[in-house]
């Protein structure tokens, strides 16, 4: 009753329709529901962490793997589209980076991924991998620093910086193709809270 609630639902319409009939329509199904008043939901902040924090664990599986997490910011913060950037050039795709490098050229890994959790409050900018048998935890774990280190302190090329903001634009223009895909754009980013990143996003990542 407090968060889940017709005052706190978006409703998005997408596709070829009469607008009149659509509003005519919205007002006969939801307008005669009585709004409440919903509360604010506060989650407790979590600590800041001030060092790195470790965990091994054992476990009967086909492969070892390391992983490694940085704290991110939200959704609506500069840094989740460097996030969102960085995650593509290590690992988006076979000519990415960690593949390249990692799997290809030095066969470290059967498999390396980054990714970001893509929360609306403060995520995480995950880096994974599946070890081959040969290839210890700490060979993988000092592979993946090596990577990071290089992102860090190495410029990255144009073509390359290039070709990871055409992948993200094709993505956006093709998903509007889409009339689900713009229905829930439209929910999403008033979820959000600014509706001008619907249109806005490519531009974001252009001038990074």
């Not at 924090?53 to 913060?77: D, N, Q, W």
């Not at 989740?80 to 290809?104: E, H, P, W």
């Not at 000092?142 to 992102?151: H, Y």
């Not at 990255?156 to 903001?165: F, P, W």
Request: charged share 25%.
């Amino acid at each position: 009753n407090k968060f889940y609630n017709p005052s706190n639902a978006v409703l998005s319409i997408a596709g070829d329709f009469e607008e009149d009939e659509s509003i005519r329509l919205a007002e006969k199904w939801f307008g005669g529901i009585e709004s409440i008043a919903t509360e604010t939901m506060i989650l407790p902040v979590e600590p800041e962490q001030t060092e790195a924090r470790r965990l091994e664990v054992t476990r009967p599986v086909p492969a070892s793997a390391v992983t490694i997490a940085f704290k991110m910011g939200s959704r609506l913060s500069r840094n989740f589209y460097d996030c969102d950037l960085m995650s593509d050039i290590l690992a988006g795709g076979t000519s990415a980076r960690l593949y390249q490098n990692l799997v290809k050229s030095r066969k470290l890994f059967s498999a390396v991924n980054a990714y970001i959790t893509g929360d609306m409050d403060p995520g995480l900018f995950i880096v994974t991998g599946h070890l081959l048998p040969d290839t210890t935890p700490e060979q993988g774990e000092a592979a993946l620093w090596d990577e990071l280190d290089k992102l860090k302190n190495v410029p990255v090329s144009d073509y390359e910086l290039n070709k990871v903001k055409n992948k993200f634009e094709a993505g956006v223009i093709f998903g509007e193709l889409n009339v689900m895909n713009k229905a829930m754009n439209l929910g999403f980013y008033n979820m959000l809270g600014d509706m001008t990143l619907l249109n806005g996003e490519i531009d974001i990542f252009r001038s990074i």
